[in-house]
């Protein structure tokens, strides 16, 4: 596609539910973020995925957090047993992994605002 | 962990004005990167400039970095109430043999443009 699709755009559950958020990147590019913004911040880093393998999974909050990136293309975030505090807006990104000059421009979803009842 | 740090964390101009936003880091970078964001949803690329770069201009927007104070300033030229969102810089961390690449963002600037 033209850009990066995030589903579902926001996303009501209560607390206790399971969640999945979608993010269909840029064909073509490799590389795929996942960064989680509460108000008033900037972009928390969450996980980064270079083609299927989760490259660095760091900023994952705990093991209630996953995602997956089967097929190297649409990566699914999973949040089992939500909290309120997961309450945010959850961005997607994808960028052409350019090694050469490593200038990676990340285009960005528009994001799922998620609350947790 | 935060890498960059915009200041100020919120600024209010008229319209025909000039906005300046200032960026820290802390770790050596090869690039740093602004981003811009409207209401809360998906960032938007604006401009890159590397290492190498002390000044870049793209339209009305003017970066420069200072390696040596780990810093950079994006300037706005004649805004426009349309400049109204918050404005981020974002820092590189290579890592893993250079195998691995992902961007830290800082908490942002607020600017806000009155017509």
């Known amino acids: 596609g033209a850009g990066v699709s995030q589903t579902p755009s926001n996303k009501v559950t209560e607390k206790g539910k399971y969640v999945e958020l979608r993010c269909d990147p840029i064909s073509g590019h490799t590389a795929l973020y996942w960064y989680r913004q509460s108000l008033g911040q900037g972009p928390e880093f969450l996980i980064y995925f270079q083609g299927t393998g989760a490259a660095d999974d760091s900023g994952l909050p705990n093991d209630r957090f996953f995602a997956v990136r089967p097929e190297g293309s649409v990566s699914t975030l999973k949040i089992q047993r939500t909290e309120r505090g997961d309450s945010a807006v959850y961005l997607c990104?994808?960028?052409?992994?350019?090694?050469?000059?490593?200038?990676?421009?990340?285009?960005f979803g528009a994001g799922s605002r998620l609350t947790v009842l | 962990s935060q890498q960059g740090e915009e200041d100020p964390q919120a600024l209010s101009i008229q319209e025909g004005e000039n906005a300046t936003m200032n960026c820290s880091y802390k770790?050596?970078?090869?690039?740093l990167q602004w981003y811009r964001q409207n209401s809360g949803r998906g960032l938007v690329h604006l401009i890159l400039i590397r290492s190498n770069e002390r000044e870049k201009h793209s339209g009305r927007l003017r970066v420069t970095l200072d390696t040596s104070k780990k810093s950079s300033s994006l300037l706005i030229t004649a805004s426009r109430a349309a400049d109204t969102a918050s404005y981020f810089c974002a820092t590189p961390t290579v890592y893993s043999g250079g195998s691995n690449y992902k961007l830290t963002f800082g908490k942002g600037t607020l600017l806000t443009v009155n017509p």
């Open positions: 770790t050596s970078i090869n690039n």
């Open positions: 990104a994808s960028s052409l992994a350019d090694w050469g000059t490593e200038q990676f421009v990340l285009t």
